[in-house]
């Protein structure tokens, strides 16, 4: 009896406290969807709903880009940011297998380097990089920004070797006696295992490379078709800024998260059963 | 700890096939970060002319230079403040997620969403929020009969950005947090409660010590972003062209590299920064090494 | 197995448009240059158009525009110059001009002038001397800004004060600001303020403070800081005296309000250059503006100008410096003149209709006289470092964290260290 009403008052704290957070992480976007609805005269009005209501903010946007300018920018930055997130996965689940699970002798010494390069901020290593992307021709093309993420990376790796490193060893004894290849077990025993944390860094990724402004403004030309969206937005925010025109950059800001977005809700499905799945399993 | 197969003859081959994305990564990486930062961290580079040899000298003048002082002790305290705050926050909503209670996709969405939008982007909405006479939150203060407070100036602002930060960063460990705790097998659970231990005893000796791994990775991963914090900082609290009421250790970094033309600075800053980041790793390993259960 | 097979021809299409980066390659005999500058998106256009024209004119010679923000300019110049790679022409701000010459990252255009007798002598000689060094010109000034006073007419006819005027002192500015803040909604919260500007950089108020109070900013050889010396304390006693009798907000809480206050609809008065003009007209202010308060000294006000320069590395130097040159000739002068961001170099356009017949009613006159009683904003080696210092040092004391004598104090030591390591 007193177990269940533990179970209660528990449940209830539980609902209070997330509630209570959940606001607090939604407070920001709901403000920003209503200033960006808002006529500039009321844009610090206390009031959620606008009144009155517009949509002028968001052509107000447009009206300086050149034509299909949104489109392309929303292309380059998709198309990077997707490829990314297959280039890491590809490798540095491999990368985390071998570090997890394979006894070999350069490996503490290879993992501490790994997580060493964690520790030079991008500003930094921004300009060596760059030479050496000079010197191979690439400056000027999406290369800088798509193939690094096919050689491996220090987070995706470090986090799939946590993961990894709590998947029962009894499981890789008995396919080992099996006959398995250490590629069998690795395809047929840890990956699919690992849908939770792979769903996880997938979203890393993706963010990160469709919100990185340094590199793209960096490698790519200054042209808004071949450029991301937050080069381009970054163009344009200056000027809004300026102004204090805090109604269209409210807009403007929306619609640069507004794709991740709808990608997130997608996808999140697929992810969420990931997660739930591999509970039950286990 | 030591653990792992050994690989079988042939299969050394697969081994470092798999390595060899990475290692190329690497063998990158080594040399166009950290060989190349710590060599400049040897020059004055102004960017233009070849790089002039300095030794030790741009070390000795991090000593002296007051505005990297004050950035690299801005960054010390954010970061003490931002770990531990995000870590266990995020712990404890995946947490309470974890429950089996109803609502859990709605929460699990909401809660990820700041993580999902750029900086950029959320940074110019808390900079209406935290408007000193326009902004929300003093007015909520102030119908709630409390004093507004500035919360950009310069005794509150870095109270205000950890707190951007970390709320930009729960989603990222809840879902790290929710992935590792899914992978603790039921039956533990089950072995518990058969010996009678309520929801909370459970946590202590079954959930904790199984989360260790993932709190592992999420206090180094938070730290490096704590030394590395850069984007909500430089939006929220930048004056003008130029400084920040909050400089930290990347702002100074980066000023010097592209605005003062000192590489030599910014890399011998840089490799301080890294200097504490790996001395702080070190301690996180021989932590792990002592308290972190894998299996 | 049909999953996979769409999987992997989705990502075929990705990885085969990847090459759509590539450089097309250029056609045979035509030269291709690089022009980058920092502006608002407005100025793509323009600029476009002029590029146009020089196509029109030059059909072997292709100019490739790049527009940034403020920001994203220089975190790639200086990326792309480090690199090995600058950009051919570049945009230049003239106080920045000396840390890029003297680091020898420009190309001497000395030859260039020399090869076109009486190529300078259009200009607006207070706009060439930037870019001059013993060696000869290093760049050449693209358009100029002077600084002169901002005012809001509908403000003004509103609250039935009478306009700035050329006979205005700085306290006749204080004491109008002061009429000008008002509450004007009745909450209790100051929604207009009398005056605004930036206090941050020298060229939107302090510089001209000064020299109008009869103090200078540095010494002739760039070795002292002299803003702190006699009279030079005078003028950031008034400067402080401005935030402190609650006419202009403080910097911390201005940013809530946007970055230009005069823009946004929160300020009365305000001291900018002409680039602002656009912003304004756009944002539907009406507006005129006035010559600089004067000072116990006499007048004073600041002229700066945006400049071009070539790479040093350039590979078609004759190429970049035919653009230059069509961009300095009156038909591109003239284009950028509509512009309206800033004020053509060129005399004779400056003092056409081109240039005095702008949309916005504002009266243009003002900029070009003014010059009479300009001076140039400081060029030196260290500029942007010095300026950080004095600007971020000094914020503490307009927030009211600070005092202004021992801050100052402060500040000018450490400028003049900054000079000294950049001798």
């Known amino acids: 009896m007193s177990k269940s009403i533990n179970k209660i008052v528990l449940d209830i704290l539980s609902y209070a406290v997330l509630l209570f957070g959940a606001l607090t992480m939604l407070f920001p976007f709901v403000w920003m969807i209503s200033v960006s609805f808002r006529v500039?005269?009321?844009?610090?009005?206390?009031?959620?709903?606008?009144?009155?209501?517009?949509?002028?903010?968001?052509?107000?946007?447009?009206?300086?880009?050149?034509?299909?300018?949104?489109?392309?920018?929303?292309?380059?930055?998709?198309?990077?940011?997707?490829?990314?997130?297959?280039?890491?996965?590809l490798t540095c689940a491999m990368a985390a297998f071998v570090f997890a699970v394979v006894k070999f002798k350069a490996r503490e010494f290879l993992f501490a380097l790994l997580l060493a390069t964690l520790m030079i901020p991008p500003q930094v290593s921004l300009i060596p990089n760059f030479i050496i992307f000079k010197y191979l021709g690439w400056i000027g093309t999406q290369l800088p920004l798509i193939v690094p993420a096919f050689w491996g990376g220090a987070f995706g790796t470090f986090l799939l070797r946590q993961y990894f490193l709590t998947i029962p060893r009894d499981l890789v004894d008995a396919a080992r006696m099996?006959?398995?290849?250490?590629?069998?077990?690795?395809?047929?025993?840890?990956?699919?295992?690992?849908?939770?944390?792979?769903?996880?860094?997938?979203?890393?990724?993706?963010?990160?490379?469709?919100?990185?402004?340094?590199?793209?403004?960096?490698?790519?030309?200054?042209?808004?078709?071949?450029?991301?969206?937050?080069?381009?937005?970054?163009?344009?925010?200056?000027?809004?800024?300026?102004?204090?025109?805090?109604?269209?950059?409210?807009?403007?800001?929306?619609?640069?998260?507004?794709?991740?977005?709808?990608?997130?809700?997608?996808?999140?499905?697929?992810?969420?059963?990931?997660?739930?799945?591999?509970?039950?399993?286990? | 700890?030591?653990?792992?197969?050994?690989?079988?003859?042939?299969?050394?081959?697969?081994?470092?096939?798999?390595?060899?994305?990475?290692?190329?990564?690497?063998?990158?990486?080594?040399?166009?970060?950290?060989?190349?930062?710590?060599?400049?961290?040897?020059?004055?580079?102004?960017?233009?002319?070849?790089?002039?040899?300095?030794?030790?000298?741009?070390?000795?003048?991090?000593?002296?230079?007051?505005?990297?002082?004050?950035?690299?002790?801005?960054?010390?305290?954010?970061?003490?403040?931002?770990?531990?705050?995000?870590?266990?926050?995020?712990?404890?909503?995946?947490?309470?997620?974890?429950?089996?209670?109803?609502?859990?996709?709605?929460?699990?969405?909401?809660?990820?969403?700041?993580?999902?939008?750029?900086?950029v982007a959320t940074a110019l909405v808390w900079n209406m929020i935290y408007g000193k006479e326009t902004g929300i939150l003093n007015f909520l203060l102030e119908s709630l009969g409390f004093a507004p407070i500035c919360w950009l100036c310069t005794d509150n602002a870095m109270m205000s950005v950890v707190?951007?930060?970390?709320?930009?960063?729960?989603?990222?460990?809840?879902?790290?947090?929710?992935?590792?705790?899914?992978?603790?097998?039921?039956?533990?659970?089950?072995?518990?409660?058969?010996?009678?231990?309520?929801?909370?005893?459970q946590f202590f000796s079954v959930t904790l010590p199984l989360i260790t791994p993932s709190i592992f990775f999420q206090i180094i991963i938070s730290a490096i972003n704590a030394f590395q914090a850069y984007d909500y900082i430089y939006m929220l609290t930048r004056r003008g062209q130029g400084d920040s009421s909050v400089p930290v250790a990347v702002y100074s970094i980066y000023r010097n590299a592209f605005h003062f033309f000192r590489m030599g600075d910014a890399s011998a800053q840089t490799i301080q920064l890294a200097l504490l980041v790996a001395l702080f790793m070190m301690i996180m390993f021989w932590w792990e090494r002592h308290y972190v259960v894998y299996e | 197995m049909n999953k996979h097979l769409v999987f992997f021809v989705v990502v075929s299409l990705f990885l085969a448009s990847c090459?759509?980066?590539?450089?097309?390659?250029?056609?045979?005999?035509?030269?291709?240059?690089?022009?980058?500058?920092?502006?608002?998106?407005?100025?793509?256009?323009?600029?476009?158009?002029?590029?146009?024209?020089?196509?029109?004119?030059?059909?072997?010679?292709?100019?490739?525009?790049?527009?940034?923000?403020?920001?994203?300019?220089?975190?790639?110049?200086?990326?792309?110059?480090?690199?090995?790679?600058?950009?051919?022409?570049?945009?230049?701000?003239?106080?920045?001009?000396?840390?890029?010459?003297?680091?020898?990252?420009?190309?001497?255009?000395?030859?260039?002038?020399?090869?076109?007798?009486?190529?300078?002598?259009?200009?607006?000689?207070?706009?060439?001397?930037?870019?001059?060094?013993?060696?000869?010109?290093?760049?050449?000034?693209?358009?100029?800004?002077?600084?002169?006073?901002?005012?809001n007419k509908d403000m003004f006819?509103?609250?039935?004060?009478?306009?700035?005027?050329?006979?205005?002192?700085?306290?006749?500015?204080?004491?109008?600001?002061?009429?000008?803040?008002?509450?004007?909604?009745?909450?209790?919260?100051?929604?207009?303020?009398?005056?605004?500007?930036?206090?941050?950089?020298?060229?939107?108020?302090?510089?001209?403070?000064?020299?109008?109070?009869?103090?200078?900013?540095?010494?002739?050889?760039?070795?002292?800081?002299?803003?702190?010396?006699?009279?030079?304390?005078?003028?950031?006693?008034?400067?402080?005296?401005?935030?402190?009798?609650?006419?202009?907000?403080?910097?911390?809480?201005?940013?809530?309000?946007?970055?230009?206050l005069f823009q946004s609809g929160m300020a009365a008065m305000t001291t900018i250059g002409h680039w602002a003009v656009p912003g304004y007209v756009q944002s539907g202010i009406n507006f005129d503006v006035a010559f600089m308060p004067k000072g116990p000294a006499g007048r004073a006000t600041s002229v700066n100008s945006a400049g071009f320069v070539i790479a040093k590395g350039c590979k078609h130097p004759d190429a970049a410096f035919a653009f230059i040159n069509f961009a300095l000739s009156e038909?591109?002068?003239?284009?950028?003149?509509?512009?309206?961001?800033?004020?053509?170099v060129l005399k004779s356009v400056a003092e056409s209709d081109a240039y005095l017949k702008q949309p916005g009613n504002l009266n243009q006159q003002v900029f070009l006289d003014s010059l009479a009683f300009a001076r140039m904003k400081p060029v030196f080696k260290g500029y942007e470092e010095w300026a950080s210092m004095v600007g971020d040092g000094l914020i503490p004391v307009f927030d009211g964290e600070a005092e202004l004598n021992a801050t100052l104090d402060e500040v000018i030591a450490a400028a003049d260290e900054v000079l000294a390591k950049n001798k």
Do not use: C
């Not at chain 2, 010390?76 to 429950?99: D, E, Q």
């Not at chain 3, 020299?211 to 030079?232: M, V």
């Open chain 1, 40 to 89: 500039p005269a009321q844009q610090f009005s206390r009031n959620i709903i606008p009144n009155p209501f517009t949509v002028q903010n968001y052509f107000d946007l447009f009206r300086d880009l050149p034509d299909n300018a949104f489109f392309y920018l929303t292309f380059n930055s998709f198309k990077i940011s997707i490829l990314s997130v297959i280039g890491q996965i």
């Open chain 3, 157 to 260: 006819d509103a609250a039935g004060v009478n306009y700035p005027n050329a006979d205005w002192t700085y306290e006749d500015l204080l004491a109008t600001a002061k009429k000008m803040t008002l509450d004007t909604d009745n909450d209790g919260k100051i929604d207009q303020y009398g005056f605004w500007s930036d206090t941050w950089d020298m060229e939107l108020l302090w510089s001209s403070v000064i020299w109008a109070y009869g103090g200078e900013i540095i010494n002739a050889d760039h070795t002292k800081t002299l803003i702190g010396e006699g009279s030079a304390r005078d003028a950031w006693a008034f400067i402080d005296s401005l935030y402190k009798q609650g006419v202009m907000p403080t910097p911390t809480t201005s940013g809530e309000f946007g970055l230009d």
């Open chain 2, 163 to 201: 707190i951007v930060n970390i709320w930009g960063a729960i989603g990222e460990g809840m879902i790290i947090f929710l992935a590792g705790l899914t992978a603790i097998p039921r039956d533990y659970y089950e072995a518990a409660s058969l010996d009678g231990a309520n929801e909370l005893r």
């Open chain 2, 1 to 119: 700890m030591v653990y792992g197969l050994k690989p079988l003859g042939r299969e050394k081959f697969w081994l470092w096939l798999m390595l060899i994305p990475t290692l190329i990564g690497l063998a990158f990486g080594t040399a166009g970060s950290l060989l190349a930062t710590l060599g400049l961290s040897l020059f004055n580079w102004d960017l233009i002319n070849p790089p002039r040899w300095a030794g030790m000298e741009n070390y000795v003048q991090l000593f002296e230079n007051k505005d990297y002082i004050e950035a690299f002790v801005n960054t010390l305290k954010f970061s003490a403040l931002y770990v531990p705050g995000v870590v266990t926050l995020s712990l404890m909503v995946a947490i309470l997620l974890n429950r089996k209670i109803r609502g859990v996709h709605f929460f699990r969405t909401v809660y990820f969403l700041p993580t999902v939008t750029s900086a």
């Open chain 3, 19 to 151: 090459g759509g980066g590539a450089k097309p390659a250029a056609q045979e005999g035509v030269v291709e240059i690089n022009f980058t500058m920092w502006g608002a998106p407005e100025e793509l256009a323009v600029w476009q158009a002029i590029v146009d024209d020089f196509h029109k004119a030059n059909p072997n010679i292709r100019v490739k525009v790049n527009v940034s923000d403020w920001d994203s300019y220089w975190t790639k110049l200086n990326t792309l110059i480090a690199g090995g790679t600058p950009p051919d022409v570049f945009a230049m701000d003239a106080p920045l001009f000396l840390d890029w010459q003297s680091r020898g990252a420009l190309l001497n255009l000395q030859p260039y002038i020399d090869a076109n007798p009486g190529f300078l002598d259009g200009f607006y000689p207070q706009t060439l001397t930037a870019y001059k060094t013993p060696n000869g010109y290093y760049g050449l000034p693209r358009d100029f800004q002077t600084i002169v006073l901002f005012y």
């Open chain 3, 331 to 344: 038909a591109g002068q003239k284009r950028l003149a509509e512009l309206g961001f800033a004020i053509p």
């Open chain 1, 178 to 282: 099996d006959g398995a290849s250490l590629f069998d077990i690795f395809w047929r025993i840890y990956l699919p295992l690992s849908k939770p944390a792979i769903a996880a860094l997938s979203i890393f990724v993706f963010k990160d490379a469709w919100n990185d402004l340094l590199h793209p403004l960096v490698y790519l030309p200054t042209d808004l078709q071949k450029t991301t969206l937050t080069v381009g937005l970054a163009f344009f925010q200056q000027q809004l800024q300026m102004g204090g025109k805090f109604t269209v950059l409210m807009a403007g800001a929306f619609l640069s998260i507004l794709p991740l977005l709808i990608l997130f809700f997608i996808a999140q499905k697929q992810f969420i059963e990931g997660i739930a799945l591999s509970g039950m399993k286990r």
